[in-house]
């Protein structure tokens, strides 16, 4: 079956890491991504790792997965107003050319 | 520049009242989708042609329907919006694979009354 699953609100000081977390059921997905929808706006893709990696690093952030598990996280270091949104994501089950969604986390910073 | 442009951003119509909505892209990707999404929901996919190939999925009810006369444009038919309806759509495209990148559009909000 086909099910991603985040929590939903994360909150944290500005300056501080934030991880936000995701599982997902579907053990053939190829690729996992991250997406980010600010206001009023669209997603926009943030980073994806290949299923045969288990850690991607770019600049702020760090991408772990956890195949075994079916466990992908999202670290952004240095968390800062800007990086207030909404978190989505999302897998690629192994057929077809669908994208399959979480429910999002909406990141909130304090200040 | 917007490469995935949807129009009407806001669109209010009244229960029962045909709506489209459209999407324009200028990437010349050959799949496009449309996505449904309500608040703290994941995106739901409706349906997605590759080329001119249509994907229906299996939950979207009959009221939705889509065309895409070429490639850079698509549309989304609702026939009689009900109030379960009112959501924000999303358009997205990719050049097919499963290396998938989508880009999507602004979303159009539909408000029904």
């Known amino acids: 079956g086909e099910d991603v699953e985040q929590s939903l609100f994360l909150s944290v000081r500005e300056g501080d890491s934030s991880v936000i977390n995701c599982t997902y059921t579907d053990s053939s997905s190829t690729y996992l991504y991250w997406y980010k929808q600010e206001p009023g706006a669209g997603l926009q893709l943030l980073t994806y790792?290949?299923?045969?990696?288990d850690m991607k690093q770019d600049q702020r952030l760090t991408v772990l997965l956890n195949k075994k598990d079916k466990h992908l996280s999202l670290r952004i270091a240095d968390t800062q107003t800007g990086d207030s949104a909404i978190y989505f994501c999302?897998?690629?089950?192994?057929?077809?050319?669908?994208?399959?969604f979480g429910k999002g986390t909406r990141l909130h910073i304090l200040p | 520049d917007a490469m995935v442009i949807q129009n009407p951003r806001y669109q209010v119509t009244q229960f029962g009242k045909p709506v489209t909505l459209s999407c324009s892209q200028t990437?010349?990707?050959?799949?496009m989708y449309w996505y449904q999404q309500k608040s703290s929901q994941a995106p739901k996919l409706l349906f997605h042609?590759?080329?001119?190939?249509?994907?229906n999925e299996a939950d979207t009810p009959d009221n939705f329907q889509s065309r895409r006369p070429n490639t850079s444009f698509c549309f989304l038919d609702i026939r009689s919006p009900g109030l379960g309806d009112a959501a924000m759509y999303l358009c997205?495209?990719?050049?097919?694979?499963?290396?998938?990148?989508?880009?999507f559009g602004e979303g159009s909000r539909l408000t029904v009354l």
């Open positions: 042609y590759y080329d001119k190939d249509f994907n």
């Open positions: 790792i290949f299923s045969n990696m």
């Open positions: 999302a897998e690629t089950p192994n057929r077809d050319d669908k994208i399959i």
């Open positions: 997205a495209t990719s050049r097919g694979g499963r290396t998938g990148e989508l880009f």
């Open positions: 990437l010349n990707h050959n799949v």
